[in-house]
């Protein structure tokens, strides 16, 4: 779908509140039915959702250093109100994408896996290395007061989203997945990755750090979600929440290494 080639200021505006209310648990109304013109202009918009979470959490462990909260606890709190402000959504995809990843069956059994509702033993292990990687990133940045840092880290992990909806069909049965599949053109992706790219250079000392962090979180991403469409048959909105937390632990990490 070319969503770009219907762009108007109202359009904008719809998907960005579609978008809100679909990633966050802002009280935004979105419309009330979706077709996959609205959900191509939603994924468009999600990188915007990103910034919005990413400045709101950057603020928020400003406030937690300044009354004296351990950096390492308040990077810990910062994954928490990320994981309230988006409802879990993204943290149960990636438990569930790992669950379906460590079983041994057909794509069949992996998505049925996936569905079940619980989180198995590779999920758990995928939430606590993801939660305490980026919690400890976090703590790094805000150590040095690299702010802006935080915000970018979690506002790219959106833009894996948007990459992700370029050009894999659904998986049989997918319900969000099958309204978000194929919905981008190649200019959404590229316009977001190339705004990442640039505001990487204002986010580590070294001005090359931060495009680095931004392209090896991306490229690692686009790898996750390549070999989950191939495991699972297609893609689903799972795969999209576990490459959005995938994308920030690395962003995060690879920003604190300076």
């Given at each position: 779908?070319?969503?770009?080639?219907?762009?108007?200021?109202?359009?904008?505006?719809?998907?960005?509140?579609l978008?809100?209310?679909?990633?966050?648990?802002?009280?935004?109304?979105?419309?009330e039915?979706?077709?996959?013109?609205a959900?191509?202009?939603?994924?468009?918009?999600?990188p915007?959702?990103?910034a919005?979470?990413?400045?709101?959490?950057?603020?928020?462990l400003?406030v937690?250093?300044?009354?004296?909260?351990?950096?390492?606890?308040?990077?810990?709190?910062i994954v928490?109100?990320?994981?309230?402000?988006?409802?879990?959504?993204?943290?149960?995809?990636?438990?569930d994408t790992a669950?379906?990843?460590?079983?041994?069956?057909p794509?069949?059994?992996a998505?049925?896996i996936?569905?079940?509702?619980?989180?198995?033993p590779?999920g758990?292990?995928?939430?606590?290395?993801?939660?305490?990687?980026?919690a400890l990133s976090f703590?790094?940045?805000a150590?040095?007061?690299?702010?802006?840092?935080?915000?970018?880290a979690?506002?790219v992990?959106?833009v894996?989203?948007?990459l992700?909806?370029?050009?894999?069909?659904?998986a049989?049965?997918?319900?969000?997945g099958?309204?978000?599949?194929?919905?981008?053109?190649a200019?959404?992706?590229?316009?977001?990755?190339l705004?990442a790219?640039?505001?990487?250079?204002?986010a580590?000392?070294?001005?090359?750090?931060?495009p680095?962090?931004v392209?090896?979180?991306?490229?690692g991403?686009?790898?996750?979600?390549?070999?989950?469409?191939?495991?699972?048959g297609?893609?689903?909105?799972?795969?999209?929440?576990?490459a959005?937390?995938v994308?920030?632990?690395v962003?995060a990490?690879?920003?604190?290494l300076?």
């Amino acid at each position: 779908m070319l969503w770009h080639r219907r762009i108007g200021v109202p359009a904008v505006i719809a998907a960005a509140r579609l978008a809100l209310s679909w990633l966050t648990v802002l009280p935004v109304r979105g419309p009330e039915t979706v077709d996959r013109r609205a959900a191509a202009g939603a994924i468009a918009a999600a990188p915007v959702v990103g910034a919005v979470l990413g400045a709101g959490a950057a603020g928020l462990l400003w406030v937690l250093i300044r009354v004296g909260t351990g950096f390492a606890l308040a990077g810990l709190i910062i994954v928490g109100a990320l994981g309230l402000a988006t409802r879990g959504m993204h943290l149960d995809g990636l438990a569930d994408t790992a669950d379906g990843l460590g079983s041994y069956g057909p794509p069949e059994r992996a998505r049925e896996i996936m569905k079940s509702g619980g989180a198995g033993p590779f999920g758990v292990a995928a939430l606590i290395f993801a939660i305490g990687v980026q919690a400890l990133s976090f703590a790094a940045l805000a150590e040095h007061g690299r702010w802006f840092a935080v915000g970018l880290a979690v506002a790219v992990g959106r833009v894996a989203v948007v990459l992700a909806c370029r050009g894999y069909a659904s998986a049989p049965g997918a319900g969000f997945g099958a309204l978000v599949a194929r919905t981008q053109s190649a200019v959404t992706p590229a316009v977001w990755t190339l705004a990442a790219l640039v505001a990487g250079v204002f986010a580590a000392p070294a001005s090359w750090l931060g495009p680095v962090a931004v392209a090896v979180a991306l490229a690692g991403a686009a790898v996750l979600v390549w070999h989950c469409v191939r495991r699972f048959g297609g893609l689903n909105g799972d795969v999209l929440g576990a490459a959005a937390e995938v994308t920030v632990a690395v962003t995060a990490a690879v920003l604190s290494l300076s």
